[in-house]
């Protein structure tokens, strides 16, 4: 079962909040608040959802979520799915929220995935962030980059607006191909602490040189899930509502998964 989970930024403290989680159980979406909704004030519910106890159940995906997708009846909706690596497939909503974030301008959200890790392993693909921050020379050898080429984690700890930033980074001629998303820095800053840094495998999964910067480099990743590994443990992300139900369809993703829970707290 697919879990996303809704970022909320406090504009005043500039701090983000998990205050959401979705996930698709085959039959139906499910969304409920997370703790994390509790922890401003200034938090406010969203529209006709607006009792933070409640579970929500629908049929159809939620308007909060549809309207963070482009319209597949405009005439770049198949161009979007190319550049998301879905085209040619029954795409899922989900996945489609998944890669773009559900990001508008009008907002202070963001949406992020939660990846289910079997067999010891978790793949995950994403969209490498700050691309318009790079210098001239790293864009021009963005031009030179390919599907299938290898990616290197590379933290950033003296960067002024971020000390738990990590770059990415090709490695002959080393060229830096932009950041990690910050729900992912944690995660893979505990990687490079506790697995062989031989077992992490981030790849160029497509290059999208007629995309928007956002979308232009797709990336994928995949390495062995070391010991200690938590899905969301934090408090903020635990669900408020206590429905026995809801804890059931989560539990089927027991296993190991990344604890993304700590890049936003």
């Not at 635990?238 to 989560?250: G, N, R, V, Y």
Request: with cysteine; hydrophobic share 35%; charged share 20%.
């Amino acid at each position: 079962m697919k879990i996303l989970y809704i970022a909320w930024n406090d504009r005043e403290t500039k701090k983000w909040h998990p205050v959401g989680r979705l996930c698709y159980d085959n039959n139906k979406y499910i969304f409920c608040y997370t703790h994390g909704a509790k922890e401003s004030s200034r938090f406010v519910p969203f529209g006709s959802m607006n009792d933070l106890e409640s579970l929500y159940t629908s049929n159809e995906l939620f308007p909060l979520f549809e309207n963070r997708i482009l319209n597949k009846s405009r005439p770049e909706f198949n161009t979007l799915l190319e550049w998301l690596d879905l085209a040619g497939e029954q795409y899922d909503p989900l996945d489609v929220l998944a890669l773009t974030e559900g990001k508008r301008g009008t907002d202070s959200l963001e949406i992020f995935p939660c990846p289910i890790v079997q067999g010891g392993i978790f793949k995950m693909s994403f969209f490498s962030h700050g691309l318009r921050y790079i210098n001239n020379w790293a864009s021009a050898n963005l031009d030179k980059v390919k599907a299938g080429d290898l990616l290197y984690l590379c933290p950033d700890p003296q960067n002024r607006y971020d000390s738990s930033a990590i770059l990415l980074r090709t490695d002959d001629p080393v060229s830096f191909m932009g950041y990690c998303p910050r729900y992912l820095v944690d995660d893979f800053l505990f990687l490079l602490k506790n697995t062989d840094v031989s077992l992490i495998n981030l790849q160029v999964k497509r290059i999208n040189p007629d995309a928007p910067m956002r979308y232009r480099v797709l990336c994928t990743i995949s390495a062995v899930c070391p010991p200690g590994f938590a899905p969301c443990s934090q408090k903020s992300f635990k669900p408020i509502p206590e429905d026995a139900k809801l804890h059931c369809l989560l539990s089927q993703n027991s296993g190991c998964h990344l604890p993304l829970c700590s890049a936003l707290v």
